[in-house]
């Protein structure tokens, strides 16, 4: 098993959905990240997270540390939010340990 | 700034052969970090710095050596390559102290045939 699981593993909607990814960990950690990576394949960084919830623009993430389970929201999706979210945790070294990735499709 | 750059984007080798993927960063950061990432799977860490002249082994050190001999550079090299290690490869680096974000390179395309 591994120590992040993300879900769903794919997922399309049509514009203006409700988005949501959801991510599992079973280590103990210092904060947990999600990262969006573009088609073209560049990574970039969204939130940080140690606890409770963070809003920006149109992302909200939020984190239950008792649980080890995060959430990345999108309001009013776009086709251009089309890319993969990438959940990761940071534990010793600022190691980041990375979940499988949830591709996400937006239909216009 | 510039951030993280990797070079080459993409590289074609032979098995066997060997060669070094550059990655530099302008932004005096001391943690360093390479991974790498297979198709369907998650990233995952090759090797990585937490300042000049340290480097210690990730989850799949197997095949690949670094070095860290100035603050900027963090250069990964493959020898005798081998089609395992077809990948894309992400350089990146963090401050400790700061906001522990960490800045990814555009990434090298790697292909052994």
């Known amino acids: 098993k591994n120590e992040v699981e993300q879900s769903p593993q794919n997922l399309t909607a049509q514009e203006g959905e409700f988005i949501t990814i959801n991510c599992s960990y079973s280590?103990?950690?210092?904060?947990l990240h999600w990262l969006q990576q573009h088609p073209g394949g560049g990574i970039v960084s969204l939130f940080m997270?140690?606890?409770g919830k963070k809003k920006h623009g149109r992302l909200i993430a939020t984190i239950n540390i008792q649980e080890k389970h995060s959430s990345l929201h999108i309001t009013a999706s776009h086709p251009r939010d089309s890319a993969v979210y990438i959940c990761?945790?940071?534990?010793?070294?600022?190691?980041?340990?990375f979940g499988q990735g949830t591709r996400l499709t937006i239909n216009p | 700034n510039a951030g993280v750059t990797q070079t080459p984007k993409f590289r074609i080798l032979k098995i066997g052969q060997s060669m070094t993927l550059q990655c530099t960063q302008d932004m005096n950061h001391n943690y360093m970090y390479w991974y790498r990432q297979d198709p369907g799977m998650g990233l995952k860490l090759i090797y990585y710095s937490v300042g000049a002249g340290i480097t210690d082994k990730g989850e799949v050190p197997n095949g690949y050596n670094v070095s860290r001999s100035t603050t900027e550079d963090f250069p990964l090299r493959l020898e005798l390559a081998a089609p395992s290690q077809t990948s894309v490869y992400f350089c990146?680096?963090?401050?400790?102290?700061?906001?522990?974000?960490?800045?990814f390179g555009p990434g090298t395309r790697l292909t052994v045939t």
């Open positions: 997270l140690s606890s």
């Open positions: 990146a680096s963090l401050h400790e102290g700061g906001a522990y974000e960490q800045y």
């Open positions: 990761a945790v940071r534990g010793g070294a600022q190691k980041l340990v």
């Open positions: 280590v103990g950690i210092s904060a």
